[in-house]
C-alpha cells in the first residue's frame, strides 16, 4: 500500500513529487524494511529483563555503560534471526514495485 501511495499520491500532492517507478520503489521499500527493522531492534530490547539493568546500574554502571556492554549485546543475539529473516527478504524486493507498472501510463 505505502508503494502506491508514495507512487500515485504523492505527485498529486505535489508536483516535483513525480517519482519514476524504481526510485518509488526503492523509496518504499526502503521505509518499509526500515520500519521492520527499528521493531525487531525495539522487540530485542524489551526481551531483555529489568533484572540485567538494575543488576548493572547496582554495580555503578551509568544507564549509556548499562545499555552498551550488557543489555545491547544481549538484544543483538535475540534480534539476530529475525534480522536475518529481513535481510533475506531484501533480495527479493522485484514482487512489490513490479506492481507499480500494472496501471496506465499516468500523465
Same mark, same amino acid.
Given at each position: 500500500? /505505502? ?7 504523492? !505527485?498529486?500532492? /505535489?508536483?516535483?513529487?513525480?517519482? !519514476? ?7 518504499? &521499500? ?36 548499562? &545499555? ?24 527479493? !524486493?522485484?514482487?512489490? !514495485? ?10
Amino acid at each position: 500500500m /505505502h508503494l502506491v501511495i508514495i507512487y500515485y499520491a504523492l !505527485p498529486s500532492l /505535489h508536483p516535483s513529487l513525480n517519482l !519514476p517507478a524504481i526510485v518509488a520503489g526503492i523509496v518504499g &521499500m526502503a521505509l518499509n524494511s526500515a520500519a521492520y527493522i527499528a521493531e525487531i531492534f525495539r522487540a530485542g530490547i524489551q526481551s531483555i529483563s529489568k533484572g540485567q539493568m538494575e543488576a548493572a546500574r547496582s554495580l555503578g554502571m551509568t544507564h549509556l555503560q548499562a &545499555m552498551t556492554y550488557i543489555i545491547l549485546p544481549q538484544a543483538f543475539r535475540v534480534s539476530l534471526p529475525p534480522l536475518t529473516n529481513e535481510f533475506v527478504k531484501g533480495f527479493f !524486493p522485484g514482487f512489490y !514495485p513490479g506492481r507499480l507498472r500494472v496501471t496506465e501510463k499516468r500523465s
